[in-house]
């Protein structure tokens, strides 16, 4: 229901009116008494209050809202209903949310170009949305979306030149199963395969190994849709400086509407997970790195284990072994007690006995077990030891198609932040990925962080995409990834308000201690604005000295003068001052 506010001073005059109605009744009734001045000035301010209340209730309930107003004219007593055509669209982890009346989803290419030269003409913002997995909601815009989910084919497969040329709305799962009948599949891949081709390859997404590049270089040729100059075709011979800047352009110069992949032959991949630790991954860091053909590390905060899981074609093992010395259920077992002990304390012990809980998986336990106190450190490290024994349990070596054995289990909502920073060449690594990782486990003690395992570590290849965050000139840079997460295991806004405060208290401890000192910046995908005007200054200068910001911005006022596809985020990463220099 909607409630009726009234100010405090006014609800105090009422239930003071109330009061001394009583007193009245208890002393004898005379005509010729006066009231007592503070009895008079009281039913006079109640009168003023209650004329008060009565215009502003007419007025709520008669005043014609105009026809783009959020919300229909209100009900008495009653929340207005939202309007039917009103969208509520959220990134993954549900920390970013936006009602827009406009989401758009064309199903061709006209329709997609008539949509955003109607826009540029009219000067509104329609800004591309992908599957919105971004966790800082970098494609969400309350002024209008368009969305390519209903542009979702595969257009020309090249077997001889292993070419795939599609529409961007399709999802990387989607585009896998159609490349496999002809024997194909993509170089690498994320942790999920949600994500949409167009938005995959635009916030510079990545997968891991040393050798291989982020996933924009897997890009030969696209169609890019702008406001202002329509369909251009892009690649490596046509207009190169534009096709790199827009491969991965932060959704700011173009609708993304059609890319022709690099693919490779369809493989399998032997997985080996094991467990080791810092002194062990020290010695061979380097063999390691040039050795796999993909590979990462699983850091786990106050413990010394670092699961370590390498991928790399079955030519390169001879006997491996393919079965775990322990079964599933014998490794997350010891799981499943601490969550049922956990219950006991926390809650209930005829919760403890629910025999659901065998069914859960280990990223469902770990959620259920920090649900319960996520930001009690002891309560995370005894977490965290038992994922531990759970990888120890879980060692050995599993073979499948690539892209089932790259994906990872990233567990339930979180926040996340995750920076990328050079690491010296593969021939020569600099040791500073591993640097980095001793100093972010030393903070994290010394500040008592209640950080949840794991802190993944991967590794790409340089990128020639300027924007991308591991863009080099030098063709053998290598380049690590470094994540840190706190999960949002809870629906309880309160609970998920104190565990969003603690995160970005980690993340500016982290940033503080580390990202100057290793040249590291955060993936656009997971960058988060600050409120603070002089840290978003801050923020500014930095990304000014890494990326080219005012060539992009060139870019941008070229392609998209009236601003149709930014938002308020991309305004702030990449406000247009200074001097403008040319985009080529």
């Given at each position: 229901?909607?409630?009726?506010?009234?100010?405090?001073?006014?609800?105090?005059?009422?239930?003071?009116?109330?009061?001394?109605?009583?007193?009245?009744?208890?002393?004898?009734l005379s005509s010729s008494s006066p009231l007592p001045a503070s009895e008079s000035d009281l039913r006079k301010y109640a009168g003023y209050a209650l004329l008060v209340l009565g215009c502003g209730a007419a007025t709520y309930y008669s005043f014609p809202f105009p026809p783009d107003a959020l919300?229909?004219?209100?009900?008495?007593?009653?929340?207005?209903?939202?309007?039917?055509?009103?969208?509520?669209?959220?990134?993954?982890?549900?920390?970013?949310?936006?009602?827009?009346?406009?989401?758009?989803?064309?199903?061709?290419?006209?329709?997609?170009?008539?949509?955003?030269?109607?826009?540029?003409?009219?000067?509104?913002?329609?800004?591309?949305?992908?599957?919105?997995?971004?966790?800082?909601?970098?494609?969400?815009?309350?002024?209008?979306?368009?969305?390519?989910?209903?542009?979702?084919?595969?257009?020309?497969?090249?077997?001889?030149?292993?070419?795939?040329?599609?529409?961007?709305?399709?999802?990387?799962?989607?585009?896998?199963?159609?490349?496999?009948?002809?024997?194909?599949?993509?170089?690498?891949?994320?942790?999920?395969?949600?994500?949409?081709?167009g938005g995959i390859i635009q916030v510079g997404a990545h997968g891991t190994g040393a050798g291989l590049p982020p996933i924009d270089e897997q890009v030969i040729s696209m169609k890019l849709v702008t406001p202002a100059k329509g369909t251009i075709e892009l690649s490596r011979e046509k207009d190169p400086d534009l096709f790199y800047l827009a491969r991965c352009g932060l959704g700011g110069l173009g609708v993304v509407a059609e890319v022709t992949l690099q693919c490779v032959e369809r493989h399998q991949l032997v997985e080996h997970t094991f467990v080791s630790n810092a002194d062990e991954i020290k010695k061979n860091h380097k063999k390691w790195l040039s050795e796999n053909k993909h590979i990462k590390y699983l850091w786990i905060p106050y413990t010394d284990t670092v699961v370590v899981v390498k991928c790399n074609p079955p030519s390169r093992w001879k006997t491996p072994k393919l079965t775990s010395k322990y079964g599933k259920d014998e490794a997350i077992q010891h799981v499943r007690d601490l969550y049922r002990e956990a219950l006991k304390k926390y809650r209930t012990e005829a919760e403890s006995n629910d025999p659901a809980i065998d069914q859960l998986s280990f990223t469902e336990l770990r959620d259920q077990l920090l649900a319960l106190d996520p930001l009690d450190k002891d309560h995370v490290i005894r977490i965290n030891k038992a994922e531990a024994e759970y990888w120890k349990k879980s060692e050995g070596y599993h073979m499948g198609w690539s892209d089932e054995i790259l994906g990872f289990d990233c567990g339930g909502q979180q926040w996340v932040s995750e920076t990328c920073f050079p690491t010296g060449t593969l021939a020569k690594p600099s040791m500073k990925d591993l640097d980095y990782m001793e100093e972010l486990l030393q903070l994290i003690e010394k500040e008592d962080i209640p950080a949840p395992a794991p802190i993944e570590q991967r590794w790409t290849a340089r990128s020639r995409s300027p924007m991308s965050p591991a863009s080099s000139s030098e063709e053998d840079d290598i380049f690590s990834w470094v994540g840190i997460i706190m999960y949002l295991p809870t629906s309880d806004p309160r609970q998920r308000k104190d565990i969003t405060e603690e995160f970005f208290n980690y993340r500016s401890l982290a940033q503080t201690s580390l990202w100057n000192d290793y040249s590291a910046y955060e993936h656009w995908a997971k960058i988060e604005i600050p409120k603070d005007k002089d840290e978003l200054a801050?923020?500014?200068?930095?990304?000014?000295?890494?990326?080219?910001?005012?060539?992009?911005?060139?870019?941008?006022?070229?392609?998209?003068?009236?601003?149709?596809?930014?938002?308020?985020?991309?305004?702030?990463?990449?406000?247009?001052?200074?001097?403008?220099?040319?985009?080529?």
């Open positions: 229901m909607r409630h009726l506010l009234i100010p405090r001073f006014l609800r105090r005059a009422s239930s003071l009116t109330h009061y001394h109605s009583h007193l009245q009744l208890l002393r004898p919300h229909k004219k209100a009900v008495p007593f009653k929340y207005a209903p939202l309007p039917d055509d009103l969208h509520t669209v959220s990134n993954w982890s549900g920390t970013h949310e936006v009602h827009t009346r406009v989401l758009l989803q064309p199903d061709s290419l006209p329709d997609l170009e008539e949509a955003l030269a109607a826009a540029h003409k009219e000067q509104r913002r329609l800004r591309p949305l992908g599957s919105g997995l971004s966790p800082n909601g970098l494609a969400l815009s309350r002024a209008g979306m368009v969305n390519l989910a209903l542009m979702d084919k595969v257009l020309d497969v090249d077997v001889k030149k292993k070419t795939v040329t599609v529409q961007a709305g399709i999802r990387v799962a989607e585009l896998v199963d159609a490349l496999r009948e002809h024997g194909l599949t993509l170089q690498n891949f994320a942790s999920i395969r949600e994500q949409q081709v801050e923020l500014q200068a930095r990304l000014r000295k890494r990326f080219p910001v005012n060539a992009y911005n060139k870019a941008r006022m070229e392609l998209d003068p009236n601003k149709v596809l930014s938002s308020a985020r991309l305004e702030k990463l990449f406000p247009a001052t200074g001097t403008v220099q040319s985009a080529k």
